[in-house]
């Protein structure tokens, strides 16, 4: 992966005869002498101490403080030329001429949080009235982003992140942490070789979680993924089952850096699928984000036609399982500077991102937007103090169930470390605060699809729909190995859950959440039976009023699906069984056993379900499945049944 920095170059210098203001004889000959050492005779170190000689011995004159700013700055001594610029800058008048030094002050005081600095220099600056537009937005931004700063510094939100103990952070840079939606396995990227200009290596490893969460020794995810090429960042389903991942320079690419899909079968992963033209371009594509199934994609790109110089793009899977050609966010999401690292929230209504293109803490904040129910998204909000800083904060995940988070954080080189190299690139963890918190908090349901009669593993569809709004928000498979299968489920919400096999009966489960209650995770095998004659299954998100027979909207999610299980196997006849508690005459409950057979046989028939096919029965309480002793009990005999004939 490539990392955006600050190239902060001198500019280009002569040697230059001492401005007027500067009268002294003597400070006149010390300046002459350290152009002439620096210039002429190339021995910037020499040329330096002139320098110090003689702001030492004229503190008051500004020019000699940033001459020798610049020279500090073309040795790599950054910290002395922001020293030496302030006290340059602070000297002086404001002029036009020296727009670029408050320039390259404000570049200096905000690579180290000095927010008075910052102040100073682009306040200097926008009172030379520039005519460069963007330097002058630029400027405005930054003077808006001290004041953001401020506040937020007084305001601190949430605890400081920490550093992750070992077995973790065993590499100089590793970043783009993210977790499967159970926190079982944590993913992330690792650059080998830092120190080696244009020779790094990025591969992508997998730490095991364990239940009282310490990390598991970090391993490669795969052979089938990590190469000799630069594996960089990556994004796995919730599932932990879809992986996609950027590989720049790998044979067969459409451009700079691409996007590539695998997927996990049992233990292994397929090979590496280039996305395409539709997704990837000519140039830089990275930093993807999927969706909790698997089926949307956020990642960032430098491709024309955007909002600025890198901005966030999502592309959906098609029902025939094709990438959609990739869309731009906008300009509520993107700048015209630069937007990378989207993250997607498991629930699918958040989203995170970095970017330098809004007001800040300073580099690149974390900025957090909320999907409405339109489609659109929300303005977004700074994430404030301490998750963001004045350095570069380029990545963050939260854990499904809102209650950690994970980010890099840059640390300053040590001694030790080769001279040059850039800051190191660590993963840290923190507690949630409030008002990071995705809006919606996730849980999973998770187990196995079996066959109910082998107790042999399936590969069957597993979908969740909204019952409010008809809506699929979920679609994973179970592995055809294992039979595995996770599907998250978000707070506040009312669905309906179906498992469909070939050859087999669908499964009908429903999960309210629409109330406040407990909502942990669930761990269910779903056991689906054949279709065959005599076998049965009972359709949970069907809803009447009591003692009704007028089916209630909602339950128009099951009645489609059961329209579209009856359309794949045309060949299948069956009984839709009413059933009814013991609550009443049994001559009542008969009649509305069957009448409310009757309603459902109405609905299959009038979208397309040959009559032919159907029959409608009422048993009213004679089939109990339970006793009838309880309100729990009484709810699970009323229900309606699909039998096949």
């Known amino acids: ?52 000689q003689l702001t030492d011995k004229f503190p008051d004159l500004g020019e000699p403080y940033l001459r020798k700013a610049s020279l500090q700055l073309a040795v790599g001594d950054r910290a002395g030329a922001l020293d030496s610029y302030k006290l340059g800058v602070g000297k002086l008048p404001v002029e036009a001429g020296r727009a670029a030094d408050y320039l390259i002050l404000g570049r200096l ?23 460069n537009a963007v330097q002058a937005a630029n400027a ?76 598991g020794v970090p391993q490669s995810i795969s052979a089938a993924i990590n190469s000799r090429e630069n594996e960089g960042a990556a994004t796995i389903s919730g599932d ?58 956020y990642f960032a790109s430098n491709r024309g036609g955007g909002q600025g110089g890198y901005d966030l793009y999502v592309t959906r899977l098609d029902p025939e399982g094709n990438w959609g050609p990739a869309r731009n966010l906008g300009p509520t999401i993107n700048t015209s500077r630069d937007d990378l690292g989207p993250f997607i929230h498991a629930s699918g209504t958040t989203l995170y991102f970095s970017s330098n293109g809004r007001v800040g803490l300073g580099g690149y904040d974390i900025f957090r937007a909320e999907l409405t129910d339109t489609g659109d998204w929300t303005a977004p909000r700074n994430l404030g103090y301490p998750l963001n800083t004045f350095a570069n904060e380029a990545s963050l995940f939260i854990s499904s169930d ?32 409030a008002s990071v918190r995705a809006r919606e908090t996730s849980t999973y349901a998770q187990g196995r699809v079996l066959d109910a009669v082998t107790k042999k593993p399936l590969e069957a569809v597993v979908q969740l729909f909204d019952l409010a709004t008809n809506a699929l928000t979920q679609q994973v498979y179970s592995d055809p190995e294992t ?26 489960l429903s999960f309210d959440y629409s109330v406040p209650q407990k909502f942990d995770p669930l761990t269910l095998d779903l056991y689906l039976d054949p279709a065959q004659a005599g076998r049965s299954a009972v359709l949970n998100n069907l809803f009447f009023d009591s003692n009704q027979a007028t089916l209630k909207p909602r339950s128009r999610t099951e009645l489609d699906r059961l329209v579209e299980f009856l359309r794949q196997d045309p ?53 109990p499945l339970t006793a009838n002793d309880t309100e729990a009990n009484r709810a699970r005999n009323r229900r309606i049944e699909l039998r096949i004939l």
């Open 571 to 623: 060949k299948l006849r069956v009984e839709v069984a009413g059933h009814t508690d013991n609550v009443g005459t049994a001559a009542a409950n008969l009649s509305l056993s069957e009448r409310r057979a009757q309603a459902v046989l109405a609905y299959l028939s009038a979208h397309g379900v040959a009559p032919a096919r159907l029959r409608a029965q009422g048993y009213g309480t004679t089939k």
């Open 240 to 297: 932990g089952k879809t992986l996609v991942f950027t590989s720049c320079g790998r044979a067969g690419g459409v451009g700079d850096c691409d996007l590539y899909l695998s997927h996990r079968r049992g233990n292994q992963w397929t090979v590496p699928r280039n996305l395409g033209l539709l997704v990837n371009s000519k140039q830089w594509d990275s930093q993807p984000s999927l969706s909790a199934d698997g089926r949307t994609l």
């Open 109 to 131: 005081a905000a690579d180290v949080g000095d927010y008075a600095a910052v102040r100073l220099a682009y306040g200097n600056y926008l009172k030379t009235k520039p005519t």
């Open 1 to 52: 992966m490539r990392l955006l920095l600050f190239l902060l170059l001198p500019l280009a210098a002569f040697a230059q005869a001492p401005p007027a203001s500067i009268t002294d004889s003597k400070a006149r000959s010390l300046y002459e002498k350290a152009q002439t050492l620096y210039y002429r005779d190339r021995q910037p170190q020499q040329a330096l101490a002139v320098w110090q």
């Open 402 to 433: 809102n209650q950690r988070l994970y980010c890099t954080r840059t640390e300053p080189p040590q001694p030790s470390d080769p001279p040059g190299l850039p800051p190191a690139i660590r993963l840290y963890g923190a507690a949630v605060a």
């Open 140 to 215: 405005q931004l930054q003077l808006q982003s001290c004041d953001f700063a401020a506040q937020a510094l007084a305001q601190p939100s949430g605890p400081v992140p920490e550093r992750l103990p070992a077995p973790l952070n065993q590499f100089r840079d590793q970043y783009f942490p993210v977790l499967t939606a159970d926190s079982r396995f944590l993913l992330f990227t690792v650059r080998r070789n830092p120190e080696r200009r244009g020779q790094e290596n990025e591969d992508v490893l997998l730490s095991t979680v364990a239940a009282d969460g310490s990390f």
């Open 483 to 508: 039979g595995e299968y996770t599907a998250v489920l978000n707070e506040g919400r009312a669905y309906a859950m179906y498992a469909t096999a070939p050859g087999h009966l669908l499964r009908s």
